[in-house]
């Protein structure tokens, strides 16, 4: 059975960081390439960034309104991607989700964590 | 950044109505498009992919249509748990990017 399952949400000051974790299993994660997909209260989905799978080079790339703040990372031996969000801004407030890539076949997305940004 | 016009933004539908969303996109994207479906407090679901491909579990009653700019997603026959909100999303050009969404409800 194929779980992902986000953690590490909360409530922070504007400025301050916060990490996400993504825990997979069930599926081969070391090929999979890893997304994080965000929805602010009330408003649509919003793509955040992803990291390809290391043999196809482990690169990142980013939306533009997190791009130098936000950085998206992988770790195969413990089937997790990270989401480190620095420098964090009221807009930044939303459900994350993680998912697997887009052009595989099969797909898998997680529950979501709460980031609340606030004072 | 590609930008993705879905339409309309909004539309009341009967049980059993033929519905019909459009996605354009603001260059060619070939068919790097899918489709996902988002119930209230849920994450999204992924209907289709590369444009036309039916996700396994989904049922056949969804389609998806088009190549380069022009995308649609179809359902045959609305079915009370169809009621929600779709968005397609191109995944051809970094960053990737979502359509604004349409809310299906019930008429």
């Known amino acids: 059975e194929v779980h992902l399952v986000e953690s590490g949400g909360g409530l922070v000051k504007p400025g301050g960081s916060l990490r996400l974790s993504c825990a997979a299993s069930?599926?081969?994660?070391?090929?999979?390439?890893m997304n994080w997909v965000r929805q602010a209260p009330g408003k649509g989905l919003e793509w955040v960034g992803h990291v390809k799978a290391k043999s196809e080079g482990g690169t990142t790339d980013y939306t533009t309104p997190v791009e130098g703040r936000f950085t998206v990372a992988r770790d195969d031996s413990k089937n997790t991607v990270y989401l480190q969000m620095n420098s964090l801004k009221t807009e930044d407030t939303g459900v994350y989700y993680c998912?697997?890539?887009?052009?595989?076949?099969?797909?898998?997305w997680g529950q979501g964590a709460l980031v609340t940004v606030s004072a | 950044d590609i930008q993705m016009t879905q339409s309309p933004s909004s539309l009341s539908a009967s049980v059993g109505d033929r519905v019909t969303i459009i996605c354009r996109a603001s260059q060619d994207i070939r068919n790097d498009l899918g489709w996902f479906q988002q119930k209230t407090g849920k994450a999204p679901r992924r209907l289709i992919y590369?444009?036309?491909s039916l996700q396994s579990g989904v049922p056949s009653r969804f389609s998806g249509s088009g190549f380069g700019t022009e995308f649609s997603l179809t359902i045959s026959s609305l079915q009370p748990e169809d009621f929600a909100t779709y968005y397609c999303?191109?995944?051809?050009?970094?960053?990737?990017?979502f359509g604004g969404g349409t809310t299906v409800e019930i008429k």
């Open positions: 069930g599926f081969p994660f070391n090929i999979a390439w």
């Open positions: 590369a444009a036309s």
């Open positions: 998912t697997t890539g887009y052009a595989s076949t099969w797909y898998y």
């Open positions: 999303l191109q995944y051809n050009s970094n960053p990737f990017t």
